[in-house]
């Protein structure tokens, strides 16, 4: 399985992006997916997961109410639409995918998002 990101850019602070998470590979139904972002010389923190199955999600705390995570199985793709953009906001973002059985845990390569305030 291999993950590609995508949908990052600059924008000004409230404005709004969508990420897309293109997936490779038919397990991608099966996984739980995830958006993380690490900004410079800071942790990579998790944003957003959203299971299989029902497609349960939860969020971080930062974000709750301004992010949204969905994902598409038929087409192999997650999503993060983004809204009421901050400065605080400007990270690398990366996606997830995980599973137990098969076993799964790949990360895509990133996408930058940088707001402006």
């Known amino acids: 399985v291999q993950l590609v990101e995508s949908g990052g850019g600059l924008v000004q602070a409230g404005g709004s992006l969508k990420l897309s998470c293109a997936a490779s590979?038919?397990?991608?139904?099966?996984?739980?997916m995830g958006w993380f972002r690490q900004a410079p010389g800071k942790q990579r923190e998790v944003v957003a997961q959203?299971?299989?199955?029902?497609?349960?999600?939860n969020y971080a705390d930062s974000v709750k109410g301004r992010f949204t995570i969905s994902r598409d199985n038929a087409k192999n793709t997650m999503y993060l639409q983004m809204d009421s953009l901050k400065p605080e906001d400007t990270a690398m973002y990366h996606c997830?995918?995980?599973?137990?059985?098969?076993?799964?845990?790949?990360w895509g390569q990133g996408t930058q998002v940088t707001v402006s305030s």
């Open positions: 959203i299971r299989n199955g029902g497609g349960g999600t």
């Open positions: 997830h995918a995980r599973n137990v059985y098969p076993p799964l845990n790949v």
């Open positions: 590979g038919s397990i991608f139904s099966l996984a739980t």
